[in-house]
């Protein structure tokens, strides 16, 4: 039967599983496969996995009971292989990449932001700041414009919004990168400038936590700050 994967931890890890179940219906029991140095958390894998809600909460109890107790390796819902064997092999030949990671993890959680501001707020501060586009506004308004200047004055706001959008992820990131110990950047969607994962030890948790408050308050209500936290450190294996 195939295996299913949650997380990597070195083998002295307390692997505290009671309580815990694993992906399936019904639940499929954890077990942990071992070598000297490393172990994995595992069960058997249902023939249909899916990205339910049971499943996807089973996966993150798992990291969250092992994160609790000690440095992890978390793996993305989904990871599955053949067999015990295979998993193995695997933690064996991945000795060294996997031993450094953990070193690197080691007393760290991930934050996770994404970042937004009112369209309409930034349109409007667009328009005030910007000479070329407030005149095309105004021209078009007069309704004496040519049919050429709303294509103008949207390539322009275009232009104006990924550039001050740059200049804030930039901002912000400066702002909150000295408080972690290292940052994974994605790329933004919808009206996101910022979308970005923290590594962020144990000890220096509280000042991340107070610089993104200040900061959200430094930027102001027209702002959009989602920190989510603390996590397993998915971004950072």
């Known amino acids: 039967m195939a295996v299913y994967v949650y997380s990597i931890v070195r083998a002295t890890h307390p692997q505290r599983l009671d309580g815990l179940h694993?992906?399936?219906?019904?639940?499929?029991?954890l077990r942990t496969v071992r070598t000297e140095t490393l172990s994995a958390v595992v069960s058997d894998a249902p023939e249909e996995l899916r990205p339910k809600r049971r499943d996807l909460s089973a996966h993150q109890s798992v990291q969250e009971q092992l994160m609790a107790d000690g440095t992890v390796l978390?793996?993305?819902?989904?990871?599955?292989t053949t067999d015990d064997d295979a998993v193995r092999a695997v933690l064996e030949d991945g000795t060294d990449n996997f031993s450094e990671r953990l070193r690197a993890l080691e007393g760290c959680m991930e934050y996770h932001l994404k970042a937004a501001q009112d369209e309409d707020?930034?349109?409007?501060?667009?328009?005030?700041?910007?000479?070329?586009?407030?005149?095309?506004n105004e021209e078009?308004?007069?309704g004496r414009s040519s049919p050429e200047l709303p294509l103008a004055l949207g390539e322009l706001?275009?232009?104006?919004?990924?550039?001050r959008q740059d200049r804030?992820?930039?901002?912000?990131?400066?702002?909150?990168?000295?408080?972690?110990?290292?940052?994974?950047?994605?790329?933004?969607?919808?009206?996101?400038f910022l979308n970005v994962s923290?590594?962020?030890?144990?000890?220096?948790?509280?000042?991340?936590?107070?610089?993104?408050?200040?900061?959200?308050?430094?930027?102001?209500?027209?702002?959009?700050?989602?920190?989510?936290?603390p996590l397993p450190a998915y971004s950072f294996v």
């Not at 706001?157 to 550039?163: M, Y």
């Open 74 to 80: 978390p793996l993305q819902f989904g990871f599955t």
């Open 22 to 29: 694993g992906v399936g219906d019904p639940p499929a029991t």
């Open 168 to 192: 804030l992820a930039v901002g912000v990131l400066d702002a909150l990168r000295g408080f972690a110990r290292e940052e994974r950047s994605s790329q933004p969607t919808g009206n996101d």
């Open 140 to 142: 078009i308004r007069s």
């Open 157 to 163: 706001v275009s232009q104006e919004v990924q550039a």
């Open 198 to 229: 923290f590594l962020v030890e144990r000890d220096n948790e509280k000042s991340f936590l107070g610089a993104e408050q200040d900061l959200a308050k430094e930027l102001g209500e027209d702002f959009d700050l989602r920190l989510v936290g």
């Open 121 to 136: 707020a930034l349109l409007r501060q667009i328009l005030q700041e910007s000479d070329e586009a407030r005149e095309l």
